[in-house]
């Protein structure tokens, strides 16, 4: 069965880092693309980033130099490392897999998590 569980959301000051956590179950994160969206209160959703099983990774224009996706395929963990964060990247966020390979992709993945809220202010 998958499981996409996040943690690490909270509200925090512009100009402060959170850092951002999925626990992946069903996966093996060492085979798949799996990334993160977000979806603001009353927007639609955005892709954020992504990674690839070779490592390769996408991020939409608005985070770039300000986020870094990473995977530890020994906890079958991905992260968003969010730094610099500004008001507009108040936003639920949710990891999603698979076949997440770019971030334009966030309509393909059949799985996502819960989601954990980030409010900046």
């Known amino acids: 069965q998958v499981q996409l569980v996040e943690s690490g959301g909270g509200s925090v000051q512009a100009g402060g880092s959170l850092r951002l956590s999925c626990v992946v179950s069903g996966y093996t994160l060492g085979n798949i693309c799996i990334g993160w969206f977000r979806q603001g209160l009353g927007k639609g959703p955005e892709g954020v980033a992504t990674i690839t099983s070779a490592g390769t990774t996408t991020y939409a224009d608005s985070v770039k130099g300000r986020f870094t996706i990473s995977s530890d395929n020994a906890k079958n963990t991905l992260y968003l490392q969010m730094d610099s964060l500004k008001p507009e990247d108040t936003a639920v966020y949710y990891c999603?897999?698979?076949?997440?390979?770019?971030?334009?992709?966030?309509?393909?993945?059949?799985?996502r998590g819960q989601g954990t809220q980030v409010t900046v202010s």
């Open positions: 999603a897999a698979s076949g997440f390979c770019h971030y334009r992709d966030y309509r393909v993945p059949a799985n």
